[in-house]
């Protein structure tokens, strides 16, 4: 491990500004050249690359306007799995998708659903983990802050009339469930890996949609294209991408993403359907600017800004406090309220003055819920809404400096990622060696499978990519431990030795 990992470079330039002109960034300069290509249509100034295969990009929290709609060169990016083969949007219309468990089985094309009532919802999708970075446990997983989340305009079909189309609901289905289409990496059990979510039939059936439009352009292959699903006011997580099966069921799928995944548990729990899966989104709000990234201000009148919703709910009201929550000052909620499952802009005057400036938004949902201070801690660091931790923090200063600013956050955000050069010629210690020969192939299935990592030569589609990750030994040791995700827990068929050799080997080979 290096002394500044990049992931704490990014974060530095991200939070701190102008920490620039240090060491590390002549080795950036290699990490730069194996970045992959941005996906279509995304500005690499706008967000921080957490993970490039399968994609993890967060918006910057200065890269959002004050309208409500996310333009797609800044909207976040979440893969579970890498996005398919670009071949899948060449002719869209053709796409097709199964259709199970209503009276009549069959299969419809986009080109058929077009032919259904139309309906555009405005709604914001957001990560599960969004806010995890703010959790003092540290989970597993991307850092986000606040910008896993994101509002666009999708247009499609209800789910309900493709079911109806098909001759309506078969008796005592309970659930809707949509598969996606991704690639299944070889080697590991489908169930484990497959993109697979269902949800009560009720919800299914009154609002949710097959959406093949966001912001009037055709979905961009990388947010689902050619069709999705859009279950408004839920996590991300149940809005599948790439649909190609649309099923009534009468159980939840047994996928591992919907059984022990994306499960809201105590901390050193692991996740089973005990525990809630993670749906609707509670009320959430947080301010975005000006002053975000380490962008200095001047002092004077300013405006400050932010977003607000809650799933389903919509907003009543928005209150801002510039002394950490001792009092409150109700924020303006401005432009057009989109409905329920949108997020609400909210803009609120200041005077600032001179030297660091900290605010606060609080927001409540049309049925009375508050953003609590503080988010309930758990397990994966799911569903944060507390209103302390994402505090705009501006620095107002008397000149601007040149060097400060959105610039130096988006080139360090932009070359933040890749692999580092060939490793075969590290040194590695007696245990990181026994490790490495656990990572290429005793444990089962083996590291390579789903993880990049230069020094064993792997490229896996599915796990984070190690070296962009830079893991430490502990994180190594909880994650292999216990399992994450789609990753299974190595605890029950690796010594406590070999796992601590394992975590020896992945923190020095990055
Ligand atoms: C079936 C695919 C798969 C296999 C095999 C696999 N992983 Fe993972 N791994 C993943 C996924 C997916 C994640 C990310 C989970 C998430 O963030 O939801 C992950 C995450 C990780 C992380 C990051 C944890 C964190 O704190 O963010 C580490 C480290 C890791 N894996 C190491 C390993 C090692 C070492 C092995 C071999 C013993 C291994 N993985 C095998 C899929 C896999």
Known sequence: ??????????????????VAAVGPMASL??????????????????????????????????AFGVAPITPQSAFFVRNNLPTPDESIVANRDAWSIEVEGAQRSGSITLEQLKALPVHIEAAVLQCSGNGRAYFPHKPSGSQWA????????????????????FGGPNDGKLYVTATGAETLPEGVDPAQVVVERSIAIDKGLQDCLLVWEMNGAPLPLVHGGPVRMLVPGYFGVNNVKWVKKLALTEEETGASIQVSSYRFRDIGESGSPVHPSMYRMPVKSWLNGPGADGISVIPGANTLHGVAFSGERGIAKVEVSADNGQSWHEAQLVGPDLGPNAWRSFVFPVELTLGKRRFVSR??????????RDAIPNHRGYGHNGWNDPALEIDVVAQLNAVAGAGAAASAASVATGAQAAGSTIALSPLAAQGRELFMGKAQPNCTVCHTLADAGSVGAIGPNLNTLQPTVEQVFAAVNQGVGAMPAYGAQLSEPELRALAAYVAEAT
Request: with cysteine; hydrophobic share 40%.
């Open 1 to 18: 491990m290096s002394t500044y990992t990049r992931r704490s470079l990014i974060k530095a330039f991200a939070l701190g500004g102008a």
């Open 29 to 62: 300069a290699s990490a730069q050249a194996m970045q992959r290509p941005m996906p279509t249509g995304k500005l690499s100034a706008n967000f921080v690359i957490h993970n490039d295969q399968p994609w993890a990009l967060e918006t910057l929290r200065s």
């Open 146 to 165: 606040t910008g896993a989340a994101a509002c666009a305009l999708w247009t499609g079909v209800k789910v309900s009339d493709v079911i109806e189309h």
């Open 363 to 372: 927001a409540t949902d049309r049925e009375g819920d508050i953003q609590p």
